[in-house]
């Protein structure tokens, strides 16, 4: 892999860019403090401006050691709708894990995988990672389908190995994967 960091990039409606201290409002509003969002995300929706303010103040401090982390902005409106970011990385086996969130507001649009398939082509060909990763609860399809969608393909199920918030339980993860020799077989 090669440490480059977080670059700008483009796609048709979207810019992917790195956070910036004034965020948090748009953060906050469009997917932070959105129940519908949270269900399916490890963090707890947040409840306050200042709670969005310290995790895009941690964020921001992070980009000087190369994390990976977008937020994604409509072309358009210039509304922030979500982020994705690199959330575990293996230097040995050269292969990265990637995780998304985008306001319900937004959903079904197309937008999770316009931005899925640019990580991915950033981090296989500018970082040069041999494989990304990603999983999701088995609760919620819509993001397999992303993934599908980026051209991804099914590694397996991981049993109950989260808790699941909709219910007293724990919940299946699904991972997937792709390769740079998957990704070279995709039609563009
Ligand atoms: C999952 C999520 C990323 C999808 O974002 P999105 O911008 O709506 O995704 P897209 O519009 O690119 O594609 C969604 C696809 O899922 C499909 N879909 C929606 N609900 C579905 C369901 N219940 N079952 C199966 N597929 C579903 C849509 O039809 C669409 O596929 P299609 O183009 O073939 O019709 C978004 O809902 C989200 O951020 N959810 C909350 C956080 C989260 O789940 N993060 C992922 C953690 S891994």
């Not at 948090?24 to 490890?42: C, I, Q, R």
């Not at 947040?46 to 310290?54: A, S």
Request: aromatic share 12%; hydrophobic share 35%.
């Amino acid at each position: 892999m090669i440490d480059i960091g977080t670059k700008e990039l483009e796609t048709e409606r979207l810019i992917l860019r790195k956070f910036n201290e004034e965020d948090y409002t748009g953060m906050f509003n469009n997917w932070a403090s959105d129940l519908e969002t949270n269900k399916y995300v490890s963090f707890k929706a947040h409840q306050n401006y200042d709670e969005t303010k310290q995790i895009i103040n941690e964020w921001i401090s992070k980009y000087g050691d190369g994390s990976l982390n977008w937020v994604v902005e409509l072309k358009e409106t210039h509304e922030i709708i979500g982020n994705i970011e690199v959330i575990a990385k293996s230097k040995k086996n050269n292969n990265c894990e990637v995780g998304y969130t985008f306001g319900s507001k937004y959903w079904g649009k197309g937008y999770a995988t316009e931005v899925l398939k640019k990580v991915i082509e950033f981090l296989l060909y500018d970082c040069d990672f041999h494989l990304i990763e990603a999983k999701h609860h088995a609760s919620n399809p819509a993001s397999g389908r992303v993934m599908e969608k980026a051209g991804m393909k099914k590694d397996g199920v991981l049993r109950e190995r989260r808790v699941n918030k909709l219910m007293d339980g724990y919940d299946d993860l699904v991972i997937y994967s792709i390769t740079k020799d998957d990704f070279s077989k995709i039609e563009r």
